[in-house]
C-alpha cells in the first residue's frame, strides 16, 4: 500500500516536472521565433564638425580652423585643417559653427547651441604665441557662451589653440574646466603659426 | 540537544502502543544497506522506550521477542549509519526488512551540519569558509568573504563590486555556483559584481581549479560552490537574525531566516536582507557618492526524503550601487590628472544619496530540482532553473539623456540538467550527466548609446563523466570528462570604419546582413567545441596528513565581451576593443597539496602551475581620438600566458586558549609570448593573526590580524599616449602598481543564551584599525581614491 503511494507521488511528480519543462521549452520556442533584427542606435545629438573662422578687422582672407570626425568613436581621429597661419599682435574676431554631418544635409548644430545657450559653455586655452581670449557673447543670463570670442596674436612662433565645449556646466564659473564640470562634447587642439 | 528532546517527546508519544495484550509475538528481521544491500553486522536494534537491546548477526540478523500485537517504534542504529526510526505493525510473528544508509546528504541530523560538508572532488585544494565566518561578512559581499582563504583575491570597482579571483584568475575563468545553480550575471564585466546575497548561503567551498567538471568544463580559475544549509526532517521551527551596523558608510545589513520543516521531509523557508550604505570615508576624505542600497530575498519549499525528494526555490537580488563620482572622467587629459592628482577631484559631504554614475542589476533566480535514489546503485538528479538578470548603468549625461541609462542589458538564461551518480560500490563511484542552455541576451537601443554588448542567442550542451577510484585504503584516484558544445549567434552593428579598420572586411565579409551606410549590422556566429579532462590522486600518508595531486586540462570559450565589445564606456573614458578572431582558450593546470590537519598544529603547502594557450587578456594598447579628445583604447588578444603560484598556510594551538594562524599566498603571470608579465595578477600577501578563545567565557573569542599586501612588480609596461592638452606624448602611468600595505584589524565576539532555544550572539569587527592610507592594484578605482579608512562593525545576532 505504502509503495503504491510512493510510487504515484513519483510518477506525478516526474509527470509534473516533464510537463513544466517541455511547457517552458514551448514558450521558449515562440518566444524565440521572431528573428526580426535589432534597431541601430543613432548616437543623438552628435557633432562631427567643429569650424572656426578668425577675421581679422580690416583683412579680408579669414584663417579656418577646422576638426572633422565622420566615425565618432570609431577608430579614425578627427581630420584637423588650418587654412593659414596667423598675424603678429593681432586682434581676431572668432566664430564658431558646429556641424553633424552624418545626416544629409548636414544639421547645423550651432542652432541648438544657441537655443540652450544657458547650457553651454566654450572654453579656450591659449598658449605660445596666442596672448588670449575674450568671450564676445552672453546667454540670456549674461554668462559667457563662446560660440563669439577674441584672440589676439603675440609675437611670431608656434602656439596652440585648445577649444572646449562643456554641456551643462556650472554656470557662472571661475573660467577654468576643473571648476564648470559638466559634459565635454568636444575637446580639440588646433597648433598654429603665428607670423 | 534538540534533537535528544524531540526523542523523547516521540517516544512518549507512542509508547500507549507497547501495553497491549497477547505478548508473545516475535520480530525478525534483516538489516541492509541500502546502496549495496549487503548486511549489516552489529547493528543495534531498540525498541523505543524498552531497554530491549539486540545486535543484528553478520547475516544482519535479528529477533525481539515477548512483543504484543501493536505499532512498535524501533531505533535502528549502526556505528556508520545515521540511526533510523521506524513504525512497525506487529500482528502475530512478523518479519521485516530494514535498510540503513550511512550518507547523510539529505538527511536529518542537525547535529552532523557541520562535518556533513561533503568535497566536491578529492584531488584539488578545496577551501570551505563556514557559517560563522560568512556572518562576520553579512554586511559585505561573497568576494570580501572569500579573501578569507588563501590564494583567493579580488578585483573590486570601489569597495561594493568584488569579483573573487582564485589563484590569479577571475571573471568567466571562475564559476559560481548558487545552490546548484550556475549564475549567468553577465560576469564577464570587469565592473559586474556577482549577483548573490552572502547571506542565503550556509558554507562556500572554493575549488582552486577546473576539476569539478560536473559544474562546467571551462573553470580554469575555479569553482565557487555557495550551499544553503541542510534542514532536518523532524517537525521543528527555527530561524535566525543578524543586525550588523558599520561606521564607515554609516550604514549596515539586516537579515533573517525562518526555516519550518516537518518530520516526513517536508520543509519551507524563506530568508530575506536589507543592506543600505551611504559614501563610504578614506582616511583623509569622504568617498563621494559611493553608497550602495541591497535587496535579496529567497524562498523555498520542497520534501526532502531518503530515497526521493524535490525542491522548488525562487531568489531575487536587487543592487543599486552608487560608483565614485570622481571616476567619472571625459577623456583622456582627466585620466592624466587623476592619476597624477594626490585626492579624487570631487569630494563632497557625506550623503546618503545613490547618484550617477550607478549601477542598478536585478536577478531573478528560479529552480525546480527532483532526486531519486534506487537501492543498491546510486541517485539520479533532474534540474531545471531559469535566470533573469537585468543591468542598467548610468553615466552623467545631460539634458534629455540624463536619466536614460548608457546602458540596459537583459539577459536571460533556462538551462537543465540531469546527473546520475553511482554510489553503492565501496571501490568506486561513477557519476555521468548531461546539461544544456539556453540563453538571450537583449541591449536595448532606447540608451541613446550604442551597444557595447550586441543581441545574442547562445545555446550550450555538456557532457561529463567523472569517477572515483579506491586503489587502497590511504588512495584514491579521481578522473572526469567533459564535452561542450558552445555556439553564439548574435546580430551586432559595426561602424564602418571599425570594421575595416579591424580587417573584419576580408575576414568575416559574409556576415554582413545589412549596410546602412555608416553602420553594417552583421550575424556572427560561431561555434566552440571544447574538451576538458582531469586526473588526480589523494594519498593519506597518516590520518591527519594526506597529500594531493591533480591535473586538469580545461578550456572555455570566449564571453560576449571579449568577441563583440566594440565602443566608448563613458563613465570609465575607455573603448573597449573584443575580436572576432577570439577562439577558446586552453589550461593545463598540475596542482599539489601536502596538508596536515593536527589538532595540536598543521599547514598546507599548495604550489601550482597553469600553463594557459591562447590565454584571452585585456590590456590598454594606446589611445584613439575624437572630437571629445583622446581616449585610451583597451584591447582583447590572446597570448600563451604561464602562472605560477604557491598557497601556504599554518596554525599553532599554543594552549587550548590561545592559536596563531598564518597565510602566504603568491602568484607569478607572465605572458610567455611578449616576454612581459601579466596585467591584473594579485600581488603577494602574508596574514598572521592571533587568537584568543574560551568557551567558559560565554564563548568568547578576539583575533588580531595582521595583513600585509607586497607591492605588485611584476606588471605590464605603461603606454605612451598623445596628450591634446599637454601638445605632446606622455607616458599614460596606467598599469603601475600603488605601493605596499599593512592592514590590522579586530575581531571578537561572545554569545548570551537567552533561553534554552534562544541566543544571542554579539561581535565587533574593526577592519584597517590603524586607519592606514592606502590602494590596491586590483581595485579598478585606484586612478582616483585611496581605499576605505578604519571601519567599526557591530554584530548582532539572535538565533531562534
Redesign the interface.
Known sequence: MKTIT?KNS?TS??RQ?IL??TS??LL?SCS?DDNA?????E???T????TITLVQEGVGEPTILQ?K??????????EISISGNLATNASYNGTIVLLNE?ESPAKNVTEEVKE?DD?HQFFF?A?GSLIGTSYADTDENGNPIGLAFILNTGDAGNA?L?VTLR??PKKPNDGTL?DAG????????F?VKVE | MRLSFFTLVFVLATSPYLFAQNCTNVLTGTIIDFHDSTPLVGATVQVAGNDNVVLSDIYGNFSLDSLCDGIYELEVSHPECSTKFIKIKVLGDTTEKITLEHHLEELDEVKVIGNAITDATNSTQEKILKIETLERYSAGSLGDALKEISGVNSLNTGANIVKPIIQGLGGSRVLILNNGVRMQDMEWGDEHAPNVDINTTDHVAVIKGAAALQYGGDAIGGVILMEPALIPAKDTLYGKTLLTGATNGRGGNITTELIKAHKNGWFAKGQASFKRYGDYEAPDYVLTNTGVSELGVSIGIGKHDF??G?DANYSYFDTNIAILRASDI??V?DLIRAINGGEP?IIDDFDYAINKPKQEVTHHLAK?K?Y?RFEGLGKWN?Q?D?QHNQRFEFD??????SEKPSIDLLLST?S?STDFKIDSKTNYKLNFGVAGL?Q?NF?N?D?????LI??Y?RYDIGIFTMGEYVISSTLLLDAGLRYDYNKIDA?K?Y????WE?RGYDVEFADFV??D?G??L?TNPVFDYNNLSATVGLQYEVTTDTEIRFNYARSQRAPNPSELFSD??HHSAAR?ELGDLRIKSETSRKLSLSLQKEGVKWGYTLAPFANFIADFIVLEPTGV??????A?PVWTYRQTTARLLGLDANLYYQWTNNWLTEHAFSIVKGSDMDLEIPLINIPAANFRNSVSYSNSDWKDFKISLESQYVFRQNEFPPNIMVFS??Q?QEVILDINTPPEAYHLIALDTSFKIPLTERNTLSVGLTINNLLNETYRDYLNRLRYYSDNLGRNFMIRLKLNY
Open positions: 510512493f513519483v511528480i516526474l516536472t513544466f519543462i517552458t521549452l521558449l524565440n533584427n535589432p534597431i541601430p542606435v548616437e543623438e545629438e557633432i562631427t564638425t567643429i576638426s570626425d565622420l566615425d565618432g568613436d570609431g577608430p579614425n581621429a578627427p552624418t540652450e547650457e586655452n598658449t596652440t585648445t554641456h551643462q576643473a559638466g559634459e565635454t562634447d568636444i575637446a580639440q587642439t597648433n | 530515497i526521493w524535490w571625459g577623456n587629459d577631484l525546480l527532483f531519486r533532474l531545471y531559469f552623467i549625461r545631460v539634458g534629455d539623456d533556462h537543465l539556453y538571450n541591449a537601443p540608451t541613446g548609446v550604442r551597444r550586441p543581441d542567442d546580430k552593428f561602424r564602418k570604419s571599425r579598420e546582413i545589412d546602412l555608416t553602420q549590422l565602443g566608448l573603448i584613439e581620438f575624437n572630437i571629445r579628445g581616449f591634446p592638452e601638445g
